[in-house]
Nanobody, 128 residues
Framework: QVQLVESGGGLAQAGGSLRLSCAAS????????TGWFRQAPGKEREFVAA????????YYADSVKGRVTISRDNAKITVYLQMNSLKPEDTAVYYC?????????????????????WGQGTQVTVSS
């Protein structure tokens, strides 16, 4: 069992920045690939970013590419999502997720159905 706790959400102005954190516990964090997803009101949850077990590979949704950076600190058992140049359409509840994966340390996953554990989410609201 893995517990994930997101933090760092809040209210930001368009053009501003936020850094989300996701602290994990329960198992060796380096065994997991991790990802961030978001769900806006009235919309389905969508993929935002993913990072491989090694931290060497990342993958981003087109909607955030160039504005968002995912990173991880295995020693701190934490994954981060740095969001810059925020837009009102970034408003959503952001979720981190992890997948236990023993394959390639360079692999990332984009499908929410591929992930095993989810955090409770943190609200991000961007005002125009």
């Amino acid at each position: 069992q893995v517990q994930l706790v997101e933090s760092g959400g809040g209210l930001a102005q368009a053009g501003g920045s936020l850094r989300l954190s996701c602290a994990a516990s329960g198992r060796t964090f380096s065994s997991y690939t991790t990802g961030w997803f978001r769900q806006a009101p009235g919309k389905e949850r969508e993929f935002v970013a993913a990072i491989s077990r090694s931290g060497g590979n990342t993958y981003y949704a087109d909607s955030v590419k160039g504005r968002v950076t995912i990173s991880r600190d295995n020693a701190k058992i934490t994954v981060y999502l740095q969001m810059n140049s925020l837009k009102p359409e970034d408003t959503a509840v952001y979720y981190c997720a992890v997948k236990l994966y023993s394959g390639s340390s360079a692999r990332t996953f984009v499908g929410e159905y591929e992930y095993d554990y989810w955090g409770q989410g943190t609200q991000v609201t961007v005002s125009s």
